[in-house]
């Protein structure tokens, strides 16, 4: 075979089954192909070399001898660097956890681990996940693998553009408020938020707990499938983790979508959004008609409120979590005059501007006197958010909305404007709100920058998510076009 990196996950478990490739040759292909690319895109903080290549020796042998093969075994992948790993350091792309090493992985990373997949290495990200376009990382900005000078997206950047790069098959992210959905959508690929509980976040390194999930980032839907299904279920290490069965997700994989209804949200339609991306979504809405879908229109009329609901309660949570880099247990350590003057050294030269800010916000958000008019009213308006949500799940199977109002950003644009930054946001934030899952997939292209489009639905419902998904990927064929980087 010529390029192993052509290969999505499921392709490589036949040819690794098949035995026409090993594990080991995937493997340099990945490790050449991150030589090659990295220059120009910085997907990775940390390459793993080393490791994956004694992982992929270890999977060789274990397909060899028929030992326990599963979906993943001897398939590389990356792993944002927010989630822990015992053999590479994990950063949150801040400056506070520089070479920091986990004593434990996250249950994600075990679970890989166990399989026996590949990992390649730690991917880059905005410092603690805060940001929408990996400019935020204390480690130097990724690339969009798709145009010159564009941002990947965020924060899951360098995951996005790992996968988009080909310089890995799949890789992991985390989506807070948009982190996975929104640098697919930039990067051409597919990315999925599952359900809020649906994977555990043990090891994820906490941003804002009622919001965090981690997903993956596929070229195919089928491989978000293989991906999904390795990763979820139940956890006593995260109490927030639900007891409910994890079924492969592809059993409603057909070619149609005779009798499913999908909601088109009027409030999903907002200033600002480009005539490309427009263009784009109208293509889509008639593709999926074609394929035997009935557009319903639905109303989600709090989502006006969703941008601002988030910006309280993603700060609050996230002051209170980061709270525990002071340089006493872990990361490093800026030496005071007492331990008062230890904290503020400490966390004064270890965070970035924007952790800075959301630190701010979020303490004064939760401060006496205004916790009530912030934060718990912030609670009660993500209640109707939510409720937006259930109501138009009485009618309709899923509801169709795009990834975002533009497609990948030029670097620099948008940094000295945070506000122009959180408002790019507006069509991810309501899924985390409502805990929903929500999956942005490939559906062309504006001025030769990719177009995300995002499909929601119930909450656990990701079989129906991913069957839609899949049926309009499929008809669409925009998963076949590659970055050419
Ligand atoms: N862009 C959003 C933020 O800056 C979302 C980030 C995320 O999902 N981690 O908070």
Known sequence: MSDLTLLT?????????????????????????IDAVEPKIHSYLHVMTDIAL??????????????????????PVALKDILCTTDAPTTAASKILEGYVSPYDATVVAKLREQGAVFLGKTNTDEFAMGSSTENSAFGPTLNPWGENRVPGGSSGGSAAAVAAREAVISLGSDTGGSIRQPAG????????????????????????????????????????????SIAGQDRMDSTSAPIDVPSFTEKFGSDLKGIKIGVAKEYSVDGMETGVDAAMQAALKQLQDLGAELVEVSLPHTEYALATYYITAPAEASANLARY????????IEGDD????????????FGP?????IMLGTYALS?????????????????????????????DAIVAPTSPTVAFEMGSRTDDPYAMYLADVFTIPANMAGIPGISVPAGFSDGLPVGMQFFAKAFDESTLLGIAHAYEQAAGFYKELATV
């Open 354 to 358: 924007e952790v800075k800010r959301r």
């Open 54 to 75: 004694a992982q992929a020796a270890a999977a060789d042998t274990r397909i060899a001898a028929g030992d326990d093969v599963r979906d993943l075994t001897g398939v």
């Open 326 to 333: 002071d340089g006493v247990r872990f990361g490093n350590r």
């Open 9 to 33: 996950a499921a392709e490589s478990r036949r040819a690794l089954d098949a035995r026409e490739i090993s594990s080991v040759e995937l493997t340099n292909a990945y490790l050449d192909r």
């Open 186 to 229: 930039f990067c051409g690929i597919v990315g999925l938020k599952p359900t809020y509980g649906r994977v555990s976040r043990f090891g994820l390194l906490p941003f804002a707990s009622s919001l965090d999930q981690i997903g993956p980032f596929t070229r195919t839907v089928e491989d978000t499938a293989i991906m999904l299904r």
């Open 339 to 350: 331990l008062i003057d230890t904290y503020m050294r400490t966390r004064g030269q270890g």
């Open 368 to 396: 006496s006197g205004y916790y009530d008019a912030y934060y718990v009213k912030a609670q009660k308006v993500r209640t109707l958010i939510k409720q937006d949500f259930d109501t138009a799940f009485e009618t309709v």
